[in-house]
């Protein structure tokens, strides 16, 4: 049994070292700026990016604070501050749900504000010249055209999203998908000319990316929020585990099997007593 007792009780200070760690992360996310390197970042500034950062800065210093007081209550072996330690943790734990609850709605919704931001600035010849500086850079980096496609850019495509496509293999090996004469063989290509005016004599025909910018620039918005989602779910699973555990060693005189020691009559019948306390 005391065995027992010193594997839990320094499995007890292990998991509370890691709570103080998920409220240094917490801190440390909180205080960054990881919301300024999303690209475009002006098309978004209707959009609130910063959810979540408050609750990790409040909670983050309350975390750590709270840890100090488990790991000296684990390391002294204090009953009652391993109760009070238990008590706080799960306060901070309740409260924590329930004041970041809302992020998991923002992410939601995250795509439908999005995509009406896409609408509201499209056609992007004529956007702000800011952005559209910015979205070329990024077409340029990830090989990508206009926001939902190339038609966004109306019939102005700009030299960022022209695409060269690679030498086609004979149709009869390719797929029925892409055997069409408007994509290239790889699908990374499409040829801009049919959707975006008739073909004249004095046209060019244009290649350009078929991947639109989009899907990248909503994986730079959400990224913040499910890193934030993803702390404060480390942290509820570390929470839980080290309330247990303390709890556990707090109320070990309620749990724990009393002494015994066994006396043998007059008549051989054993009979078992509890063992008198020193105290």
């Known amino acids: 049994m005391a065995r027992c007792r010193s594997y839990l009780r320094g499995l007890a200070i ?28 002006e098309l978004f500034n209707q959009l609130s990016s910063s959810d979540g950062l408050l609750v990790l800065q409040v909670f983050g210093p309350i975390t750590v604070i709270l840890s100090v007081l488990g790991v000296c209550a ?32 923002v992410q939601a919704q995250l795509d439908g504000a999005v995509d009406e931001v896409f609408l509201n600035v499209t056609p992007l010849h004529k956007a ?23 038609d966004d850019w109306a019939d102005q495509l700009p030299d960022s999203c022209i695409c060269s496509p690679p030498t086609a293999p004979p149709t009869s090996h390719l797929p029925p998908s892409r055997q069409s004469g408007n994509t290239s063989s790889d699908g ?6 049919g959707d975006l005016q008739p073909r004249t004599s004095r046209f060019t025909e244009k290649w350009v990316h078929s991947k639109p910018c989009g899907p990248i620039l909503k994986s730079y918005l959400s990224f913040p929020i499910k890193l934030r989602i993803g702390i404060i ?17 707090g109320l070990e005189e309620y749990w724990k099997t009393p002494p015994v020691e066994t006396t043998v009559d007059d008549f051989n019948r054993v009979k078992y007593e509890p063992k008198p306390s020193l105290t």
């Open 188 to 193: 990374a290509c499409v040829m801009a000319d």
């Open 128 to 150: 702000e010249p800011y952005i559209q500086r910015e979205l070329k850079k990024l077409q340029t980096s990830d090989s990508c055209c206009g926001l939902r496609s190339f």
């Open 74 to 105: 684990a390391t002294l072996d204090l009953k009652p501050l391993l109760l009070v330690f238990s008590a706080l943790i799960f306060v901070e734990f309740v409260a924590l749900m329930v004041v970041a609850s809302p992020l998991v709605q």
């Open 14 to 41: 292990c998991v509370t070292v890691l709570l103080m760690v998920s409220g240094v992360v917490m801190i440390g996310v909180g205080f960054s700026s990881i919301d300024g390197n999303t690209p475009v970042a």
């Open 233 to 249: 779910s480390a942290f509820a699973t570390i929470a839980i585990t080290a309330i247990a555990l303390c709890l556990a060693l």
